[in-house]
């Protein structure tokens, strides 16, 4: 079946890195993605992976994909307080339609 | 470029009501999609659109829920009667293409309370 499974919550100081990690099932998904809502905003792409890639890099954003765990990361260098969101990791399942299967969601939140 | 629109942004209603959500896609994006997004959840699909055909409804309750994309462009998700667990974020997005690498872009949501 297909499901991705996410930590809750996450705490870190302005400056500091912050590190989300997402774990799915299907490990035909073509894709993997993190996108990021902000409160009362629909849900924003900010970056994705290809499966066949380890490691992708975006400025501050560092995604880190293990397809032999089916693990995803996403990590946040100098986390600023503008970056308080909802992050959510998704899948895109073993149909060729599109379709997202997402998480639930990790609320970060940035201390100043 | 304009983003997706929605409407309304927020909606109240009694069990047993009856209610429509409206969403216009980015011009241009053959694929529309209809997520619910429970409070605490992420969303979950409940319909898409490949122009004005049905690509994927298994998730829709149909008994309840009804969507259409008579001209390809615009949608309206309705949903008769309404239940207390309908209360959700009801998410619409679009992309350019399905399958492959398709970003989608989304609106802002109708928050739905069922009372």
């Known amino acids: 079946g297909e499901d991705v499974e996410q930590s809750l919550f996450l705490s870190v100081r302005e400056g500091d890195s912050s590190v989300i990690n997402c774990t799915y099932t299907?490990?035909?998904?073509?894709?993997l993605y993190w996108y990021k809502q902000e409160p009362g905003a629909g849900l924003q792409l900010l970056t994705y992976?290809?499966?066949?890639?380890d490691m992708k890099q975006d400025q501050r954003l560092t995604v880190l994909l293990n397809k032999k765990d089916k693990h995803l990361s996403l990590r946040i260098a100098d986390t600023q307080t503008g970056d308080s969101a909802i992050y959510f990791c998704?899948?895109?399942?073993?149909?060729?339609?599109?379709?997202?299967?997402f998480g639930q969601g990790t609320t970060l939140q940035v201390k100043p | 470029e304009a983003g997706v629109a929605q409407s309304p942004r927020y909606k109240i209603i009694e069990k047993r009501q009856s209610v429509a959500f409206w969403c216009n896609p980015i011009?241009?994006?053959?694929?529309l999609y209809w997520y619910q997004q429970i409070l605490g959840q992420g969303p979950k699909l409940l319909i898409q659109?490949?122009?004005?055909?049905?690509?994927?409804d298994s998730q829709l309750p149909k008994d309840r829920f009804s969507a259409e994309r008579l001209k390809g462009v615009d949608s309206t998700l309705k949903i008769q009667p309404a239940k207390l667990e309908d209360s959700a974020v009801y998410l619409c997005?679009?992309?350019?293409?399905?399958?492959?690498?398709?970003?989608?872009?989304f609106g802002p949501g109708t928050r739905l309370t069922v009372l």
């Open positions: 011009s241009g994006h053959a694929t």
């Open positions: 992976i290809f499966s066949n890639m």
């Open positions: 299907d490990s035909s998904s073509t894709y």
């Open positions: 997005a679009s992309s350019e293409k399905r399958g492959g690498n398709n970003e989608q872009f």
């Open positions: 998704a899948e895109s399942g073993s149909s060729n339609t599109g379709k997202l299967i």
């Open positions: 659109f490949q122009n004005n055909g049905v690509v994927d």
